[in-house]
């Protein structure tokens, strides 16, 4: 029987890097960025363009900051705003989808590292709110900087939605979801074939220089594309990932932001730490294969052994 011919599905997608956000940079100031990179995109048949983890200020949560007021002022209250009004705008003109990270605050007051999915007629057709925060929630003065992202934001409470959008289906994570395998399987059990994804990843750990941890920066790089490869490769999913790069307020963030294909293997990879866009035809069909042979989930997980990984927490070793 002649092999089943899959009919390509292509989404063009355009990985969106952003160099550093400096504090005193506007919302204004941002966006101008990220219509520039849009534009850039359409010159290249973007319909979707990932732009990366709360790309519209800095990295707060480098910084201790007492003042609540303080903190709010990184905060959207409103998505859209009118911040972000001509992006949406432009984005809608161009007929190009997008991927935004954001710092959201509910009109209850809560606050989310959030991002939300922008279809080609400029509608937000999904909202997805961070739900791995890494760092700590108190002040530790001993570090260089801070990683207060416990303390800033809550754990999301929406869990791991996916969307039929672009011609296929898709998801969304944002920054650490991506180093932790049930972020890929929870979607992947509901059949993401595109993974959307921005990060803001600092080159060094500021645990790690005050403990003299043995992570070298150069696997800072390493451990970033190995999860995504993987998660990439065990769900049969792409999977888009833009960081905001460069040194930003001092503290260096890495670059790397690429497109990974359902093989696992990076076809787009940013070069530089500044703003920066590369750009693949991502095939949704190729993610078949894996998903029809090695990683059809119904004929090969053995899910009468795998209850530990939802209904354990942490690790309990084996008595002495
Ligand atoms: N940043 C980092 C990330 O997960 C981090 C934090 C870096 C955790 C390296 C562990 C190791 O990429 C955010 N914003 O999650």
Redesign the pocket.
């Given at each position: 029987m002649p092999p089943k011919t899959l009919v390509p599905r292509i989404v063009t997608v355009g990985c969106a890097q952003m160099g550093p956000i400096a504090r005193a940079e506007t919302r204004a100031q941002c966006v101008e960025r990220l219509i520039a990179l849009l534009r850039e995109a359409a010159k290249k048949n973007c319909t979707l363009v990932v732009f990366p983890?709360?790309a519209l200020t800095t990295?707060f949560?480098r910084w201790f900051m007492p003042d609540w007021r303080e903190v709010d002022q990184f905060f959207e209250t409103e998505m859209p705003n009118a911040a972000v009004a001509p992006l949406f705008a432009e984005a809608k003109r161009l007929k190009i989808g997008f991927y935004l990270g954001y710092a959201e605050k509910t009109p209850e007051g809560r606050r989310f590292?959030a991002a939300i999915l922008v279809d080609r007629a400029g509608e937000i057709v999904g909202k997805y709110r961070?739900i791995?925060?890494?760092?700590h929630a108190e002040n530790e003065p001993e570090r260089p900087f801070q990683?207060l992202?416990k303390r800033y934001f809550e754990p999301g409470d929406i869990g791991f939605p996916v969307w039929r959008t672009m011609g296929g289906i898709v998801g969304m994570a944002?920054?650490?979801d991506?180093?932790w395998p049930e972020t890929y399987r929870v979607m992947g059990l509901k059949g993401m074939e595109l993974m959307l994804l921005g990060?803001?990843?600092?080159a060094i750990?500021g645990w790690a220089m005050v403990h003299s941890a043995p992570?070298p920066e150069h696997l800072?790089q390493f451990?970033?594309h190995l999860v995504m490869q993987a998660g990439a490769y065990q769900n049969s999913t792409w999977v888009v990932a833009a960081a905001k790069a460069g040194i930003e307020e001092g503290c260096s963030l890495i670059g790397g932001s690429c497109i990974v294909a359902p093989t696992g293997e990076i076809v787009a990879l940013t070069r530089s730490v500044a703003d920066e866009l590369v750009v693949a035809d991502c095939d949704l069909s190729l993610c078949t294969y894996g998903k029809e042979t090695t990683f059809a989930f119904a004929k090969h997980r053995r899910i009468e052994h795998y209850g530990l990984i939802a209904s354990q927490t942490g690790v309990i070793e084996p008595p002495q």
């Open positions: 983890e709360l990295f949560p590292n961070k791995h925060l890494p760092g990683h992202e944002i920054c650490n991506r180093r990060y803001n990843t600092p750990n992570e800072r451990h970033n």
